[in-house]
Nanobody, 116 residues
Framework: QVQLVESGGGLVQPGGSLRLSCAAS????????MGWYRQAPGKQRELVAV????????NYADSVKGRFTISRDNAPNTVQLRMTAVKSEDTAVYYC?????????WGQGTQVTVSS
């Protein structure tokens, strides 16, 4: 079984920075795609940023390019999302996601609120 544990959400002012972290445990494949999706109230869940293992290739939503950076942490099976220059429209519940061997796993979600 796979578990995803997220941390780092909270309240941040517009223009500020925030870092999200997600640690995967359990049976993790050497080949996978791990990253973040978000869902704002009344909207569908959307991709934010993902990173592939082992290639390290990344994919970002156009709305966050140049502001958010996804990276693999030194800790095994951990990814971080560095959020900078945040905007009110970044407010959402952020979900960690892991795709491997044709299966899709989700974390419980962490709230990010951008407000002054």
């Amino acid at each position: 079984q796979v578990q995803l544990v997220e941390s780092g959400g909270g309240l941040v002012q517009p223009g500020g920075s925030l870092r999200l972290s997600c640690a995967a445990s359990g049976s993790i494949s050497r080949v996978n795609v791990m990253g973040w999706y978000r869902q704002a109230p009344g909207k569908q869940r959307e991709l934010v940023a993902v990173i592939a293992t082992p290639s390290g290739s990344t994919n970002y939503a156009d709305s966050v390019k140049g502001r958010f950076t996804i990276s693999r942490d030194n800790a095994p099976n951990t990814v971080q999302l560095r959020m900078t220059a945040v905007k009110s429209e970044d407010t959402a519940v952020y979900y960690c996601n892991l795709k491997q061997t044709g299966l899709n796993y989700w974390g419980q979600g962490t709230q990010v609120t951008v407000s002054s």
